[in-house]
């Protein structure tokens, strides 16, 4: 199992525009192959943190979401609106 | 129910000490009333990031939580090996 926290800082004035955009992300990428958790979340103090927090069976299935057809789309999309972002891709200690 | 994600960049040779020293955290954090998930993660690509990804059922037991001993012992000493460290608070969106 691997862990991912694709963390987005948007553009103020576009946070509704950018959760539009993952709406329809999360409920494609919820039925690919391998996709065990798939989730959208916004930060308590700072609403332009939108942070995405996946699990995946393994990197194999995570190579084939980035190769998907809504991945491909609509991550560029989602980036226009994006002033900072980081991901992390992790395995599990405890 | 609330998400936290603390990251830390930990000194490189500090690694297996820090591990050790969450090893007892999550082990006494699991034991908690309202904690749902608690989890260590380890970069993939650097291994010097170490990060928490919890689950709490509501923002008051995750004040309790950083009120209780194992917290306020093992939090510290954690943060004299840490270089650089973030935590976000997060809401579920979709």
Partial sequence: MIKVVAKNK?????????IG???ELVNATRKEVGCIVYE???DEKDPTVLTM????????SLDAHM??????RIVP???KFV????????????
């Fill in 67 to 72: 190769k998907t057809e809504h991945f491909v």
């Fill in 77 to 79: 999309l989602v980036g």
């Fill in 21 to 23: 955009m993952y709406e």
């Fill in 53 to 60: 927090i996946e699990e995946w069976e393994d990197k194999a």
């Fill in 40 to 42: 959208l979340y916004q």
């Fill in 10 to 18: 948007v553009i103020e004035d576009q946070i509704e525009t950018v």
């Fill in 83 to 94: 002033a900072e972002s980081s991901l992390n891709i992790y395995h599990k200690v405890y």
